[in-house]
């Protein structure tokens, strides 16, 4: 692909780089009440999101800038094995529709900022409560660590090289955090939307027309995976579960992460979560179709050696610059604002779940608002760091178990919602076997995202995070029994 | 939440998951529609399905949280 720099698409990228610089810091007044200084203000925008930012800042978050240069790579080199993101998008919002509004509720009414919170409130136990933070925080950094991986191919395809273009993007994401909390991203997420459906409909608006139609396109991709013998257009006998078993996993993780309930605790009520529910299900349709680039990028005869270089090469191949700089630009405010949110949910982790818990069980308000900012800032020079340091696949590996990790905390957190059965040690115990196991199963794989077990004579592969939950759930279960049986025995008399 | 939807109301949120887990309901490449295998536009259409199941759902909750 190209690597001259060109002057168009360049100043097309600064100058939206530079509005929505100006929207983050302005953000800092916006929709103000109270004293920034509280964790509450900061770090959930002060609980009072409506419908419509709800919509954008979890659509912004949820469907980040890795997902819009991910999906259509994996759909070019694999196929209909990469639309896997399409029913997972889909089945999370009943899900979500279900159980976030009483998870909301919980969170309103007992001022909790973080998942960890919420399991503590539940259950009082400490070791729970750090177990659901820390996979949090561990899960977190990977998942930024992505999104600037994303912004760097954007970066390549303008022909910008080097470490300084990622550093600047970096410390526009920095100070706007830092100064306006969750109000930065929210703001931010309605021009970094608007912009990518722009960007996204234009291309599968007007790419097929170039191509001769969808009917081309899907031919083209099925010619390109036959030549390579392997792909195709629908999945092979084997992939069949994978692929199911890898959108239920990834649907039920998906609302565990800190940055989507984030999204959720600064909800105005719990009605807006359920209209959400409603909503957010146009930004898959968006996804679906995005998928698609990666087919017609087959159409377009790009033979591509990274395969992340597909949205971009497209964008360059057939757009005028103009329109190119304003695509990547979408793309690069894209992962500012997911990156922003996942910081401050890991930040706020952080703060309520070791720094009040264990260092100052009596901090201020004031003291909370100040050591989220700083382990925001922490945070992002961490993952910074990662994105330069380390290759991109070990963030890609270590996103694959952050997955893993998070959902071993859906238990803990959900199911208290439902039932008054499970008690604290069952839970963590169940959470350790998931983690522990699920991390064994998945280095001993080889760092993949399927685990082929035996039933009697056939195998089957399944997503290892299931399995790893499987597992969770069943140790909870048991040793629930045992507590409850010794429990309920009667005390020997003296 | 005082009234709840009836419990079997709660069931039709069952309905995507079944419909789109259950990979042999759908992986063939006929019939095509505008140019895109049975494959893909069944699961893109279950994208209206589900926001409309869901509503369903939510127009039998009474909305005074």
Known sequence: MTTEVDGTALAIFIACFILVTVMGLMAARWKRAGSMAKLDEWGLGGRQFGTWITWFLVGGDFYTAYTVIAVPALVYAVGAYGFFALPYTIIVYPFVFAVMPLLWHVAKKNGYVTAADVVHGRYGSRALELAVATTGVLATMPYIALQLI???????????????????????????????????????????????????????????????????????????????????????????????????????????????????????????????????????????????LGYMAHAAGLKLSDPNDVVPALFNALFPSWFAGF??????????????????????????????????????PAGEARVAKLTSLAVKIGALLATIYLPTQFALYLQLLGGLWILQTFPALVFGLFVDWFTAPALFLGWAAGFLSGTWMAWSDGLKPLHTIGFGGTKVSLYVGLVALAINVVVAVVVNLAVKSQVAQPQPSR | MSDRPPRLAWLLLLLPFAGLLWVPFYNFLTPDVWGFPFFYWYQLAWVPITSFVTWLVYRRLRHDD
């Open chain 1, 327 to 364: 695509a990547f630009a979408a793309i690069a405010i894209g992962a500012l604002v997911p990156a922003a949110v996942m910081s401050i949910g890991a930040a706020n982790l952080f703060t309520r779940n070791f720094w009040k818990a264990y260092v100052n069980p009596d901090v201020t």
């Open chain 1, 150 to 292: 994303g912004m760097a191919a954007v970066f390549k395809a303008l022909g910008l090289h080097g470490e300084l273009p990622l550093l600047t993007a970096f410390i526009v994401l920095a100070v706007y955090d830092y100064s306006s909390g969750l109000r930065g991203p929210a703001l931010i997420a309605f021009v970094k939307d608007t912009m990518i459906y722009i960007a996204v409909f234009a291309a599968i608006a007007l790419i097929p027309g170039r191509l001769g139609g969808y009917a081309a396109v899907f031919h083209a991709a099925d010619a390109a995976f036959q030549a390579k013998g392997a792909g195709g257009l629908v999945l092979a006998q084997s992939q069949m579960i994978p692929y199911a078993t890898l959108a239920l996993g990834s649907a039920l993780a998906a609302f565990m992460y800190p940055h989507t309930l984030t999204g959720v605790f600064a909800s105005a009520s719990a009605n807006t979560i359920r209209k959400n529910a409603l909503l957010l299900p146009a930004y898959t349709i968006m996804l679906g179709l995005l998928a698609l």
